[in-house]
């Protein structure tokens, strides 16, 4: 198999992973979301805590996340882009996600960044960041989504 099929299966694998991990978001499945993070995952989510140092803690603030919304999930990923080196990957895009809260849909566009790692197994989740753009002068989000 030559350089350029592998790192196009990685790109396929971490794809795969990605389309794993919003499926079990959209379902509220913890413990898929959580399959798909390394157990020392460090986490900068756009709500709660400044960061979340591993699986654990991070587990905590995704059922304390999904507690917050009664009804249907929202997540939509565009833009995503993905580069692959042997065992180390990174991956960004652009997301709308929210859900809905005594019958109105709260959602908003967040940027998102990921690093994944292959130790002896599959792909997981090291890093990942999630950040929304704001007015420094308001400390308003600005509601944007993509061009």
Excluded at 42 to 63: C, E, N, P, S, V
Aim: net charge negative; with cysteine; aromatic share 10%.
């Amino acid at each position: 198999m030559d350089a350029a099929t592998l790192t196009r299966t990685a790109e396929d694998e971490i794809g795969a992973l990605i389309d794993q991990w919003r499926e079990a978001t959209l379902a509220r499945d913890i413990d898929r979301v959580m399959a798909c993070y390394a157990p020392d995952v460090l986490a900068f989510d756009a709500i709660g805590a400044l960061q979340f140092k591993g699986r654990d803690a991070y587990r905590q603030h995704w059922q304390a996340c999904f507690s917050q919304m009664q009804g249907a999930m929202t997540f939509e990923i565009s833009e995503l882009q993905i580069t692959t080196s042997q065992d180390l990957a990174v991956f960004h895009y652009i997301a709308r996600c929210g859900g809905t809260c005594d019958g109105e849909e709260k959602s908003g566009w967040m940027r998102v960044t990921g690093c994944c790692r292959r130790t002896r197994g599959p792909w997981r989740i090291v890093h990942e960041h999630f950040s929304s753009p704001f007015d420094p002068m308001t400390g308003q989000v600005l509601n944007v989504g993509p061009a």
